[in-house]
């Protein structure tokens, strides 16, 4: 049997399936059979056992795992809920209901709190659930961790969720709900786990049965003979090897060069980008030398760590982007001030420019590792808005000694005088995820507007669709450095509608670089002009998936 | 028992990071700690307790401490109230 959805990616996978176990129903308000002593005591004992529970469950993940979880264990041992249980106790309720109902009331203060405490509801959802569970002596709902390698099946999962996914047990996943854009597609891409979305009956597979994954059809197929068992390990083994295999440059069928370029946080992550094949890196953020600290690195502090990186890129393109505070990560030195909608606030740029001592110091510190390094060094500034704005950063770039600055193009406005901006920038690389956050007018930390956040839209590709035409006229370089360029197909489309570099996270290049193989220049430009004509994101893929397997 | 009143100085109030901060302070404490912010008071030691308080910069809230060293505590604890977390 055979179900099918939307593949994200292009791997496969076979592996047993483990269901995510659905969550409890809520317990029956029915008068304890025992004494109410006894009831405290119950509730006590499952309450500490599930805080070591989830305190054990933290040590083992790490990381920012181990934050949310201890939160989570502190929840269970609150004392507060605990006077809340116990007054219900009193008056003859079941530890079950008791612990339900305590948690649900703290739940439903912190949503009417609304914001970051609203966020932390589904927290207190999770550890009433635990709870309920251990009292009940049944499997506790959320994420499985057992000690074999599974095919994760849910309904769609929660960042939470996926905060404390095993990626080395999860060969696949398969969620029945949610599309190309949701939460667990974005994880999918980011990560390279093999997955298909929108599932419908992907519930009904029974916990142990095998599966074939293939995110390339979007098909699974429940419980192959022994031919498609074969075949599949076959695909499997082929795929592994081609991304071990040395990769070769960015280039079409027709030997048209598209540069593939890594997305990089920190220096830590250049050894495996240069295994995996990058040709450089098209986006350096440099924010993790800037958070954690109540104010700006010295000169020297920032080169050196510039400087390690450019080390690992002889001779190659590295694009360092200047600090890029506000929105989803505030610098307290750079701007202090509330705002009711950051994402439209002092950021970007524009933080810089009201500090712009911090700008000069980074720029220089930038200018003095490239003196130790032969790394061909370029700079760019985040989220400019106009002309002017370029102008003001070039100009200190370029006073500083840096040969190549450029800007990024996040905006609306600079994507549409994108042909004045690239007269002065040297370059331009698209931020496709903010661009699609302003284009769409749609919070893309907001997960009631996520299904706007989709890079296909029509709108969107008209946007860089300008921005390549500006760059080919002027022949000036326009890279990509969002979300979008690890879609494989998009990425086709990008550079139909004018893209001359990818950057994407490291573990999409095997998948970009072997579609971009598939097609000429000419087949690039029809996919593009096919996106273009749709009325709408879905309208978009589908018209260039069916094209692209026509 | 010891009161003292003091003035949120965190930005954006006794919200998750400082409130957590705050809570373990409280209940490593060894006394009862109690903190009412206008009509509602909560024991200090919760840390659900204080986020239903929805306390705010520049808030001002009461900690009263029973016991004998409830100076030291007072003065350890407001010390936390005071400091700008958010600023770190």
């Known amino acids: 049997m055979t179900f099918t959805g939307v593949g994200i990616g292009r791997g496969m996978a076979m592996g047993t399936v483990l269901q995510m176990p659905a969550p409890l129903p809520e317990p029956q308000d029915a008068p304890s059979a025992l004494s109410v002593d006894a009831e405290k005591e119950r509730a006590a004992v499952a309450l500490a056992a599930t805080a070591a529970g989830i305190r054990a469950r933290g040590e083992r993940a790490g990381g920012s795992a181990k934050d949310v979880l201890e939160a989570q264990a502190f929840m269970a041992e609150d004392p507060t809920l605990s006077d809340d249980v116990k007054a219900r106790l009193e008056t003859g309720k079941t530890a079950e209901r008791a612990v339900f109902e305590a948690f649900a009331s703290f739940r439903d203060l912190l949503v009417s709190m609304g914001g970051y405490m609203g966020e932390r509801a589904t927290d207190l959802d999770d550890v009433s659930q635990r709870v309920v569970a251990q009292l009940q002596g049944v499997e506790a709902p959320g994420v499985p961790d057992p000690d074999h390698q599974f095919v994760l099946v849910a309904r769609d999962l929660a960042p939470a969720d996926t905060a404390l996914l095993n990626l080395d047990k999860v060969l696949g996943l398969i969620t029945s709900d949610g599309g190309p854009t949701s939460h667990t597609a974005i994880l999918a891409r980011e990560k390279s786990i093999v997955a298909v979305v929108g599932v419908a009956g992907a519930l009904d597979i029974p916990n142990g049965t095998t599966v074939i994954v293939d995110a390339s059809t979007g098909a699974v197929t429940v419980d192959p003979d022994e031919d498609a068992r074969f075949k599949a390990k076959i695909a499997i083994q082929e795929r592994a090897s081609l991304a071990k295999a040395p990769a070769g440059p960015g280039r079409l069928a027709d030997d048209t060069a598209i540069p593939l370029l890594a997305n990089l946080g920190s220096s830590g992550g250049a050894a495996e980008a240069v295994e995996l094949g990058a040709e450089g890196v098209g986006l350096f953020r440099t924010e993790f030398l800037f958070l954690d600290s109540a104010q700006a690195p010295t000169v020297a502090e920032q080169q050196s760590q510039y400087s390690a990186l450019f080390a690992a890129f002889p001779g190659k393109k590295v694009v360092v982007r200047a600090l890029d505070a506000g929105a989803d990560k505030p610098l307290s030195f750079l701007n202090d001030a509330p705002e009711e909608n950051p994402a439209l606030g002092l950021r970007g740029l524009r933080a810089l420019r009201a500090n712009e001592q911090i700008l000069r110091d980074q720029l220089t510190a930038i200018r003095n590792a490239e003196a130790e390094n032969t790394a061909d060094v370029w700079v760019m500034a985040p989220m400019v808005s106009t002309l002017e704005e370029t102008r003001y950063f070039t100009s200190i770039a370029r006073e500083v000694g840096l040969k190549t600055a450029g800007v990024m193009i996040e905006v609306p406005s600079s994507a549409l005088l994108a042909d004045r901006i690239l007269v002065d920038a040297d370059f331009a690389s698209i931020g496709t995820n903010d661009l699609t956050q302003y284009t769409l007018a749609a919070d893309r930390l907001l997960g009631s507007v996520a299904s706007f956040q989709d890079p296909w839209h029509p709108a969107v590709l008209r946007l860089v669709g300008e921005v390549g035409k500006a760059g080919a006229a002027l022949g000036k370089p326009v890279g990509i450095c969002g979300e979008a360029a690890a879609d494989p197909l998009l990425a086709v489309v990008l550079v139909g509608l004018g893209a001359t570099s990818l950057s994407m996270s490291p573990a999409a290049l095997a998948d970009v670089r072997a579609e971009l193989r598939l097609y000429t220049i000419e087949q690039a430009q029809h996919f593009a002009e096919l996106a273009l004509k749709a009325n709408s994101a879905m309208e978009a893929r589908a018209a260039v998936s069916a094209s692209a397997s026509s | ?88």
């Open chain 2, 1 to 88: 028992m010891a009161e003292r009143t003091v003035t949120i100085a965190s930005t954006h109030g006794l919200h998750a990071r400082p409130a957590s901060i705050f809570t373990q302070a409280a209940a490593k404490a060894g006394v009862p700690v109690q903190l009412t912010k206008g009509e509602k008071t909560v024991n200090a030691a919760s840390i659900l307790g204080v986020i239903s308080l929805g306390i705010d910069h520049n808030d001002d809230v009461v900690l009263s401490v029973e016991g004998d060293d409830a100076n030291a505590v007072l003065d350890e604890l407001a010390a936390l109230l005071s400091t700008d977390h958010d600023a770190a």
